[in-house]
């Protein structure tokens, strides 16, 4: 379902505001979830406000939701791919092994490998924005300076993502290609 329609049909307004577009398009060009997956967690998370608030609802309130159920789909659309979690594995530790310090432990399952992964990747993230030039940090912090106060968790993934486009750093998990 398109996210503009779902936001626009459940909080029974005209058209999205500046902001609320802003928002969407920044999900759908920058952490490049797709449109399905952004118009069914609105959805989820528009439902759970009493339809009274809903008007004056902040859509980004419901980025956490977005990103959970980005994360399901991922996971899905690996799923379905057969996915041979060793082979991401090692593939996605070679990208970044540059940048490592240790060498992690062989994990035995797809679960493990995943949480190995993002413990990796959260790592990473945080020694690289240390060794970021103040300049860069500034830029960063300022491109997404509203989203900073209003939504911390969102704030993170969009710096994160912003790391992997300078460091060209895929993103640390068996889940997404």
Not at 20 to 31: G, S, V
Not at 115 to 135: G, H, V, Y
Request: glycine residues 2%; hydrophobic residues 35%; aromatic residues 10%.
């Amino acid at each position: 379902m398109n996210p503009e329609e779902v936001v626009i049909s459940l909080k029974e307004q005209f058209f999205l505001s500046p902001r609320e577009k802003q928002f969407i398009d920044l999900l759908i060009e920058e952490l490049k979830i797709p449109k399905e997956v952004i118009g069914q967690a609105l959805e989820e998370c528009l439902k759970a406000v009493p339809p009274e608030k809903r008007r004056r609802f902040p859509i980004f309130r419901c980025s956490k939701k977005i990103l959970e159920f980005y994360k399901l789909y991922a996971r899905r659309e690996a799923l379905q791919n057969t996915l041979n979690w060793k082979e991401i594995f090692y593939e996605k530790l070679k990208k970044v092994e540059v940048f490592l310090n240790e060498k992690p432990k062989e994990p035995k399952t797809e679960e493990e490998a995943e949480r190995i992964l993002r413990e990796l990747e959260s790592k990473l993230m945080k020694k690289l924005w240390d060794e970021l030039p103040k300049e860069e940090k500034r830029k960063i912090v300022k491109k997404y300076e509203g989203l900073r106060k209003e939504d911390g968790e969102l704030f993170k993934e969009l710096v994160k993502h912003e790391l992997r486009k300078i460091y060209k750093i895929p993103e640390l998990s068996i889940y997404v290609r």
